[in-house]
């Protein structure tokens, strides 16, 4: 710095010489000092400031390459000066001579020029220079006139905005003028000049700067004009005029925020950070300690809560599910009033530029913050998780300490859409910082940093991995590293001096819990932040038209919050604005929406059962007054009492960390209120309520059995069935109870299953909609559904105990709507989809389409045209569905299930000894003890001979089993594998016992099994209901043997495309010499002789047919094989054919000959049957 200074001062020959010398008698440091009136004719920083304007060339040059030294010896003159000649108390615009001031402002735009024209070519160097001039115009705002720096500020800017409309890498000047703009508002008086009010003065600053106190006073003391309270909250000329740095950072951050092209998400953090320092600079303020004052400063930011609420869309998505963002409006995706000049990720258009500058804007240009383009073509997410918390952290500082009635009064100006946008927030903002726990954050931390190791050992494995220059260059710069004896150092920085501090995940146990506390404070300041915002709300709109859908909108952020992890203190809060909410807007739950009922009832519940006593008794409080409530408006409480049920099978059907028992002394807190309740005991409230208890702890009951099963997905989801079975009178609560079940399958990857309980729940809907209304496009109940599946008819409401749709409180949820059918069928496709079941999910489309085809909804018609597509497209791959096996449970362990058979449905290609594993470890565990035995066999099992202290299991694979005229419909794959009632396995046996023998006594047992529904069902087994036995004598055994031959022959005859290899291994095995004695000892065994028996004629006949059609088919085989082969193979070839000749030579005489007794008549004629006396329909013995 030294050389180069002196270097710029022996080029000048300007202001260098002895006079100015340390010592002389020109010197502006020197110690004798002037009276107080006399002012030295020059001083240094006014040279310095000419000099550096009139400078060129290499002088020049190295001047801005020192900018921050120059700049720094320019400031500390200028404050020098002040003191010595007693001027700080002197008014600002007099403190400096004209000319200087006109150098300064000159050197500005000169230097800003530079900025503009080398930040392309020398990045590094017009970093420094912008951050130079930064700082200097941070410390003029000490010195000098203020509105002679904010007229450079707008100088610098007015140069980059230029620049902005021709630059190739405008992201980069964006950058650079942020952080000038970040380094300005650093200011400590920042506040003050931004002129917060007129009639507030804050206390002293505690480390007063150069005039300070006249800083204060000046702004504090400054009238401001009236003004709308809606341009209070927009970035308006007036505005950015009155409030000129915050008005740049605002601004800034708008033009960041907007969606408008690549390139700019690393400005986002940088903006969103310069607002985040800035609050927080402000609540750690003293100065701003007063709530009265620190209202006015948060004055100064109203304008972000616009901004945010604009940003809405591209937040990242805090939420656990898709579904639940931005469900508090459904048209928040459209267009409002006007439109902004459009704003690109390249260019900056001339307005904004003029806004940014503070000149006024073009005629006809809008300032509502309200008046973007159309949302909707936005693409949500685009700012990171980080981003969206911070900013979504400084909308609640402002929310918490702007003035309540400025933001009442700003509330009621704005629109159903605008509020909807500002509850969309809120819930956002409970789902964002909502406390997830100290494991929670550990188990991330933990991941994190696990993550980043592999990822520098994948980096470092990928470098080392190769032989050759590249690996011989690392290990060279191993050997020249002084860290050379630590392996791997180049990339484990954790053990070299540039270690980074955000890599530092091994925390002590007393900073993991100090950040689990500051994690828990933020998330319960958040929610109360929330709550209030809310109750402001409530009070603003509750004289206006837009009360109900308002309402209803700030009833689902706190049923939002409440189903988030909250603190005691929290819930508190909260359960007393719910039951004023529901005080005040009873219409909303007992007359409007039944969803917002339900959802409450279950916020509740889940709450009744916390392991806290303070919440259960705010949660009981609730529920009571919930009932109490809504009999009072009917003199029954049916509503609440059907939502209330169905959220309990809800919560025990889903959630995994319910407590029984302590619901049920919620249970007994409530019926404790309304016995003691004295306005309601002569009424039938009392009795209402004791029955509504009794079937809650009927479903409490049925929790502790599911619980005892929750390792045992069968049971688990048997008993499940059975609740939902007795159910079928009470259409809302065996809906709930199929969708637990949907869930329940989904979670195991029963997609097939899950669909089915979809399906069941949509003819359930379907099935009262159609009691209700009779329209043409939808289904007309649960036939419409057949093609479905067969077993939807038990669906049906046509019994007489069937409770009316008319009652209240019965089908008034969601589901039971045009649109809940349409959600259901839905998601029942997807999930068809998921199990590889193509060809229903045609089926479910039948009943969609005319649903929108009479809506007129084109778009969903054309996503379902396209979901359809890609299903056809699927049906040609190969699929494998679902194995299925017969188990029979025999012991008096099993309690129910003894003697009870079942055909489980398995996953594709599970063999027998899996499920057979799985059942004898899972039942083993469960009795604890060794005397689970699983039987080998699939013989009939005698109970007389088992042990009766033991628990046996018989596990038999099974084939669908189709008649003879089932399989004329039942064509392909998918046919023969859906809508399965029939299952059979074969027994092998013989007379005395054994299981094989020799082809005269080999017999073989059929086993048909009828299942009471037909599978894929709601449940993965399924009760056999009928059992059919089959004996096949030998001869049968033999004729199913050579028919199976035949169809294999014939397959891979057939085959398309042909496979040589595959015919060649059928042949083999049919007519080569080593398996000729197969098809030959059959025939020599049962056609060598006539049958004794005359009803085995008729089997003798049919297997002389069948190896007539078997040596048929073999030269078919021969025939496609000799199509087939290369020349290598004519041998082969030849061998197999001289192999048939020899096999068919053997069979003629025995499938040939004319065995008289075949030709009998065994039936005698008739004089009714003349058409049997005519001799073409006889053989008649010769």
Known sequence: VTACLLQGIDRSHSWVNSAYAPGGPRAVLRRNYPSSGAEPRQVLHEELALQWVVSTSSVREAALHQAWFFFQLMVKSMAHHLYLFDKLDTSRKTRFPDRFVDDIAALVCTISADITGRYQKDMELTERLNTSLAFFLNDLLSLIDRGFVFALIRTYYKQINHKLQTAQNPNALIALRMDLTRIVCSHEHYVTLNLPCSTLSPPASPSPSVSSATSQSSAFSSHLQDQRISNMFELSVPFRHQHFLTGLVLTELALILEPDGEGVFFLHKKAISTLQNLLCSHDMDTRYADPMVKAHVAQLYLPLISIVMDTAPQLYDFTETPTQRSRLTSSILCDEVGELDNLTGSTISQSVAMAIAGSPLPHGYKTSSFQLPATASRQPGTLSAECSRILLLCLLWVLKNADEEVLEKWFSDLSTLQIGRLLDLMDLCVSCFEYKGQKTSEQINSLTFKKSLDMKARLEEAILGTTGARQEMVRRCRERSPYSTQENVRWRKNITHWRQNSDKVDKSKVERELEALVEGNLAAEASLVVLDTLEIIVETVMVSEMKESVVGGVLRVMLHSLACNQSVLVLQHYFSAQRTLVCKFPEILFEEDTELCGDLCLRLLRHCSSSMSSVRTHASASLYLLMRQNFEIGNNFARVKMQVTMSLSSLVGTSQNFNEEYLRRSLKTILT?????????????????????????????????????????????????????????????????????????????????????????????????????????????????????????????????????????VCSGKYFTEAGLVGLLEQAAASFTMGGLFEVVNEVYKILIPIHEANRDFKKLGAVHGKLQDAFNKITNQRMFGTYFRVGFYGCKFGDLDEQEFVYKEPSITKLAEISHRLEEFYSERFRDETVEIIKDSNPVDKAKLDPNKAYIQITYVEPFFDTYELKDRITYFDKNYNLRAFMFCTPFTLDGRAHGDLQEQYKRKTILTTSHAFPYIKTRINVMQKEEIILLPIEVAIEDMQKKTQELAFATHQDPADAKMLQMVLQGCVGTTVNQGPLEVAQVFLAEIPDDPKLYRHHNKLRLCFRDFNKRCEDALRKNKSLIGPDQREYHRELERNFHRLKEALNPLINRKIPQLYTLVIPPTSHRNSLNRSSLRKMNG
């Not at 306005?679 to 929790?703: A, C, G, S, Y």
């Not at 399906?759 to 649960?782: F, K």
């Not at 419409?784 to 008819?793: A, D, E, G, P």
């Open 673 to 809: 209120y309304a016995e003691e309740d004295l306005e309601l005991r002569d009424t039938t409230f009392p009795e209402q309520v004791q029955d509504l208890v009794f079937n809650l702890h009927m479903i409490l009951t049925d929790t502790v059995k599911m619980k005892e099963h929750q390792e045992d997905p069968e049971m688990l989801i048997d008993l499940m069935y059975r609740i939902a079975k007795g159910y079928q009178n009470s259409p809302d609560l065996r809906l709930t109870w199929l969708q637990n079940m949907a869930g329940k399958h989904s979670e195991r990857g029963n997609y097939a299953e899950a669909a089915q309980c979809l399906v069941h729940a949509a003819a359930l809907v379907a099935e009262y909609l159609n009691m209700l209304e009779d329209c043409r496009y939808l289904p007309i109940g649960c036939v419409s559904f057949q093609s479905i599946s067969v077993n939807v008819l038990e669906e049906s409401a046509v019994s007489d105990d069937i409770i009316s749709p008319d009652e209240e409180g």
